[in-house]
């Protein structure tokens, strides 16, 4: 009966083994999905006063999350606007201060044009006319030197004021950093901060992407790179029950330009051994399809 027993296990292993290898040998590489994971930081620091945020949830571009305490910025603006205010307040009024000087000009010609009509009537004389001609001449080069300094008191001030412009640009774009905004569509893998809590600049704030379609790596032999070629189609197949496939149409996106060593995920130190190249598959997600599930290629 012993033997009969011990019989039965060792035919049972064989067949196990058989299988097993057999199975392998239907595929031409076994790999892991992945996707492109991005990380999203803050931009800004302080408070984060809304971050309405779940895991697993899809989200649109675009989407408003929540914010970061601005109040500090925004008093600083109004406290540069106030300074710009003051230093603009001392800028000269160009109009007003020339104004009596250039009446005094609008009547030296009148009255030149008087003058010469007088001259030519036999009422005034030649000297009269360079007289006034004289002073027209003088008033407008004060006019022109008063222009000249009003305008540079001008310029002096908005270059003062120029810096503190800046300042408030750089405030407004430090609010508008401080509005949380999804920048990609996709869904939400993990949340790594919750609000009340404080946010600097670098701290992430959740992990995203888009699994609308997944990658498959996976390593193949130098001898089969033969077999494959870039934006190939190719089968993959990914586990739905004990003993069934779900079959899914994939693409070569990309191929490893040099070999590496076999990664340590595989069991045995002797297949770890060996020189591989990794390949990535893109495949269109139905929503069964998980980051880290194994998937198997068939290339032809």
């Known amino acids: 009966m012993n033997r009969t027993f ?52 899809e989200l649109d571009s675009g989407t408003y999350l929540g914010y970061i305490d601005t109040t500090q910025l925004h008093l600083k603006i109004k406290q540069i606007e106030a300074q710009i205010m003051a230093i603009n307040s001392k800028k000269p009024d160009v109009i007003k201060q020339l104004g009596s000087l250039k009446e005094q000009l609008s009547f030296l010609e009148r009255e030149k044009t008087r003058l010469i009509n007088l001259y030519e009537a036999g009422a005034a004389n030649q000297k009269q006319i360079d007289d006034i001609s004289s002073n027209i001449e003088v008033l407008k080069k004060q006019i022109e030197a008063n222009k000249s300094s009003l305008e ?73 790179l033969d077999e494959i070629k870039l934006n190939q189609s190719v089968k993959v197949f990914v586990d739905s029950d004990k003993e069934n496939y779900k079959k899914y149409n994939g693409t070569i996106e990309w191929i490893s330009r040099k070999s590496e060593f076999t ?9 770890r051994a060996n020189l591989v190249y990794a390949i990535k598959i893109r495949v269109k997600n139905d929503g069964f399809i998980k980051i880290g599930m194994y998937g198997e290629v068939k290339f032809q």
Do not use: H, W
């Open 152 to 224: 540079i008191t001008t310029s002096s001030i908005d270059m003062e004021t120029a810096p503190l412009i800046l300042q408030i640009k750089q405030l407004n774009d430090q609010i508008r950093k401080s509005i949380i905004i999804n920048p990609i569509k996709g869904t939400v893998l993990s949340k790594f901060a919750y609000e009340n809590e404080l946010a600097t600049i670098g701290k992430p704030l959740y992990k995203i992407s888009d699994i609308s379609s997944l990658v498959l790596r996976v390593y193949i032999s130098g001898e089969q």
């Open 263 to 271: 990664p340590k995920t595989i069991q045995t130190k002797d297949e």
């Open 6 to 57: 011990y019989s039965t296990i060792i035919v049972c292993l064989l067949y196990f083994i058989y299988s097993c290898s057999d199975k392998k040998n239907v595929f031409d590489a076994v790999g892991v999905f992945e996707s492109d994971e991005i990380i999203i930081s803050s931009e800004a620091v302080g408070i984060l006063r809304e971050f309405k945020l779940e895991e697993g949830v």
